[in-house]
């Protein structure tokens, strides 16, 4: 009979607690500076800039770029067994801040610095969503009124959250949808669509 290991799950207790409240509800949250306006993260009381112990929980739009990463071939715990190779990445968010989550739906041939990625939400059991990040694709560029205007139209879509994490959400199941205003749909927990088709980064529809 097989035997199911658990991950080890994150810390959650004082500040730390905050942020994976916030991701519970599939909002991506970091805490920023009330006086200067940076943006923090790993949770913290002060602000590093200003010294400042004022800040708010201002939500990140979850679009980022791949800063960084690391291929992990080997599962050092038993729970990751069935995720590897799994891509442990730094994604720097276009608010400003840097973190560390799985990226998926990707193979380590498939990584490139500047990678341009968004967040998705894994409800790994009844209390923890982990936020873990998957590719944007960009698709094409100049298109029709878009060229002869002169403006430069970014068009993505989504890749798939990937294997290895289809037991854990029905996130995992949708096929769906793609760019960035899907995915800020998929952010907000509205249903994605069940086609994968592509949207507008500046959400504006694509003329007919
Ligand atoms: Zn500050």
Not at 31 to 48: I, N
Not at 97 to 126: H, S
Request: with cysteine; proline share 4%; hydrophobic share 35%.
């Amino acid at each position: 009979m097989m035997t199911t290991i658990d991950r080890p799950l994150p810390r959650r207790d004082g500040l730390h607690a905050k942020f994976y409240n916030y991701c519970r509800r599939h909002e991506l949250r970091f805490q920023r500076c009330s006086q200067c306006r940076t943006w923090r993260h790993l949770p913290r009381e002060v602000c590093h800039v200003c010294t400042s112990s004022e800040y708010m929980w201002e939500r990140s739009a979850g679009f980022g770029r791949l800063y960084s990463w690391t291929v992990t071939h080997s599962a050092l715990h038993p729970g990751f067994a069935d995720d590897v190779p799994y891509i442990s990445a730094i994604v720097h968010l276009d608010e400003g801040v840097r973190m560390v989550a799985d990226l998926t739906g990707v193979g380590p041939a498939g990584l490139a610095a500047g990678l341009r990625v968004v967040v998705w939400f894994d409800d790994v059991d009844q209390q923890t969503t982990m936020p873990r990040f998957r590719q944007l694709i960009e698709v094409s560029t100049h298109r029709g009124k878009v060229a002869r205007a002169g403006h430069r139209r970014r068009r993505y879509r989504l890749c798939s959250i990937g294997r290895g994490r289809r037991r854990h959400h029905s996130d995992a199941r949708r096929s769906g949808p793609t760019a960035e205003r899907g995915a800020l749909a998929a952010i907000d927990g509205q249903r994605w669509g069940s086609r994968l088709t592509s949207v507008l980064r500046s959400a504006r529809r694509r003329p007919s």
